[in-house]
DNA sequence: GTGTTGACTTGACAATAGTCATGTTGCGGC
DNA sequence: GCCGCAACATGACTATTGTCAAGTCAACAC
């Protein structure tokens, strides 16, 4: 059973933070807390879902490994987003294997426990579908983002996200290795170098995991321009 | 609403076919039966959803509009296919428009009436949660092919999902025409032309709207192997 | 029939991204 | 400190795909 400061994140995630308050303490006193170091396997593909889970602290990657040995990053998780919603309500294979990428703390929370509350409470039915559709909502983007903007584009909206700023210019600092970066934009490691170096012209500078941005409106130019006008 | 043939049709979806009959005859005696010409829109991005959308004949895409003015197809779906599942029970704005792309028959469950039964019944969600889920499975599969497998791998795997047998050879006649097939796998119409043409090598022919696989087993090598040995 | 239209194909070329090789750098272990 | 490793950067080259242009073909209205 988690710590009340574990706790205290979890309730703020998506998937619980709009349940009545006695429904979450059911949830999370049967909860469990496991600690996972970078690289560490949190679930495989094809196996079945027992649980939910909830990032408290660092970060997770979903991902699937292809037939020929590569690997697609499907999305990658920071402290009070949920995963495998939809799987643990249905008792089938999870089409995604999860693994930390920094040491990380997850809480998973057993899926029955969630089933049998959502007997008493259809609410709860409306509260997982919401951080589902969430995640059909971000593959739904990445989708787009894949088929209609080249690598330099997809780098640039990357970094938009992660500015809070709305205008003028910011700092950042990135969240994961570079490695990781590249596979969640759909690029080899290589690709993400020199889209870097061409975002340059647009006033973007990069040293180590720090993040310079001159003007965010140019960037977002950058973004949405013709192809024709990116050079 | 809807006349019974229609019906017989929703009772066989995703959606439906696992509940209660009694509630599956109070959903569809609320529907509204409707049908739509080619290119005509069902609904629009940004538009906030009323209705889950259960296809009773014809095609629909799902597809977004990108700023620049490219569409970049999310799914098509087919007779039987349940979508805006999720949409529908949270009362937020469509990530995605949707358009016939041939004569079709939609039938609209209003998302009210929906919802109430949930509270009777929360069996209902799982129902919703289950074809949700399904729609986050395709969308991480189509990731993967789109980060992992070249235009014509993607061809090839299209053309495995429209075959019955197991083995040997196989006639397909493809579903909706070419420009739409580019979009749904992410090209330009004249790549998956010179996608197909690649794919005589290994046995296929096309002709018009009809495909013909001298070897599935060929085919299904085709999509897994190493890259070099594509060409 | 004729003409028009839109789907499709093909070729030439440009842009983008992957591969391979090589080199640099920062960091943890010792 | 030194070593070794893994992350990252860069160059050269190749593969894949998009773009533009031209042409074929079938369907359909007239």
Redesign the interface.
């Known amino acids: 059973m988690p710590h009340e400061a574990q706790k205290a994140i979890a309730r703020q995630s998506l998937l619980l933070r709009s349940l009545p308050d006695q429904h979450v303490e059911t949830l999370l006193s049967h909860a469990i807390w496991r600690q996972y170091d970078r690289g560490e396997t949190i679930f495989l593909q094809e196996e079945t879902a027992k649980a939910v889970h909830v990032v408290l602290a660092g970060w997770v990657k979903l991902f ?1 490994m ?3 040995g ?1 690997e ?3 999305s990658v998780f920071k402290r009070g987003d949920s995963f495998g ?3 643990a ?2 008792n ?1 294979p999870y ?2 294997s999860a693994e930390a990428v920094s040491t990380c703390e997850v809480m998973h929370i057993p899926s029955p426990i969630l089933i049998s509350l ?2 008493e409470d ?1 609410e ?3 509260s ?3 951080s ?2 969430t ?3 971000s ?6 983002q ?4 080249t690598g330099a584009q997809r780098v640039a909206e990357f970094l938009l996200n992660l500015c809070d700023e709305v205008d003028g210019r910011c700092d950042v600092s990135l969240p994961y290795d570079k490695m990781l970066i590249a596979g969640r934009l ?1 690029m080899k490691p290589e690709s993400l170098s020199r889209a870097f170096s061409r975002l340059k012209t647009v006033g973007v500078k990069i040293d180590r995991s720090h993040a310079e941005i001159s003007d965010i409106n140019a960037l977002r130019r950058y973004v ?4 024709a006008n990116l050079r």
């Open positions: 699937r292809t037939p020929t590569s697609a990053v499907v919603e939809a799987v309500l249905r089938v089409p995604v959502m007997k259809p709860i039915g409306i997982i579908l919401a589902t559709f995640h059909l909502h593959l739904v983007a990445q989708l787009e894949l088929k209609a903007q759909g949405e321009d013709e192809p």
